[in-house]
């Protein structure tokens, strides 16, 4: 049982210690509460596949394509859609099954193309917002957490709350 504030332990009034952490698992209520599962496993491929998707929607909107950039462009998002399925959890996994379509015929038309590339490059930025948000997130926590330890720690040392002037932390 950790000691008291009252108490006279070297250990609770030292300052030179190190301060360790303490995890806290927040759990989270409404619409967000089944994000837990959503992961990436390898950002830096994530970033990479999106930047090239990105590129590949701006060149198909520069120039007409022929039958063969068509078909080549089709297999690149297809392929991209592989790649990003290989690093997806299984709920994003799901997500992007459903919001892409397979392509109708081998040759798809130039709009076919841009929509497919439209939509997938729309489904990266929203990921990438996702990893952003909860980002920001995590930092508030981390942020509150810490402001608690260091709250508790002037509590124990027998501080009313407040910052003495000339105090570090």
């Given amino acids: 049982m950790?000691?008291?504030?009252?108490s006279n332990s070297a250990d609770s009034n030292s300052v030179e210690g190190p301060v360790t952490p303490e995890v806290v698992d927040t759990p989270t209520t409404g619409e967000g509460s089944d994000d837990g599962g959503e992961q990436v496993a390898r950002p830096t491929k994530l970033i990479r596949i999106a930047a090239m998707v990105r590129a590949l929607l701006d060149e198909a909107r520069r120039a007409p394509l022929d039958d063969a950039g068509r078909r080549s462009l089709k297999e690149i998002h297809e392929r991209s859609i592989r790649e990003l399925q290989e690093i997806l959890s299984p709920d994003l996994r799901r997500e992007l099954a459903e919001v892409t379509l397979p392509f109708a015929s081998e040759t798809p038309s130039e709009s076919e193309l841009r929509i497919a590339q439209a939509q997938?490059?729309?489904?990266?930025?929203?990921?990438?917002?996702?990893i952003q948000a909860t980002l920001f997130t995590q930092q508030i926590q981390a942020q509150r957490q810490f402001e608690d330890m260091r709250n508790r720690r002037t509590l124990e040392m027998g501080g009313t709350g407040e910052?003495?002037?000339?105090?570090?932390l």
């Fill in 163 to 168: 910052r003495t002037p000339g105090a570090y």
């Fill in 2 to 6: 950790p000691p008291g504030p009252n």
């Fill in 120 to 130: 997938l490059v729309g489904w990266l930025e929203g990921l990438f917002h996702g």
